[in-house]
């Protein structure tokens, strides 16, 4: 398990927000903690797989979509503090975000 600091928080959020401004073509500042990724900013399966491909790639982790996919149907990404928290939980746990 990898420790989280603020620092690597923030920078795991600043990467979301900077992600979804540029695919969703908004500006980051309109961007919320309570901002629906779907229905705020139209994103779907596919922007979120490649922001995972990108986490990983960043941090150097291997982590295995089928995982993700697990840890989700626990905990759905309605906003996007569930999704940067996810993204933090990612980087902690790995493929053994599961088990959280």
Not at 68 to 92: H, N, R, W
Request: glycine residues 4%.
């Amino acid at each position: 398990m990898r420790e989280i600091t603020e620092e690597i928080r923030q920078e795991i959020k600043d990467m979301i927000f900077d992600y979804y401004a540029e695919e969703c073509e908004v500006e980051k500042d309109e961007i919320t903690m309570d901002t629906n990724p779907q229905e705020d900013l139209g994103s779907d399966s596919l922007m979120f797989v490649e922001l995972i491909e990108m986490t990983a790639d960043k941090y150097d982790l291997d982590i295995k979509l089928q995982s993700i996919g697990k840890y989700m149907l626990k905990a759905p990404m309605d906003t996007m503090s569930d999704v940067v928290e996810m993204f933090c939980k990612i980087y902690q746990y790995g493929n053994d975000i599961v088990n959280q």
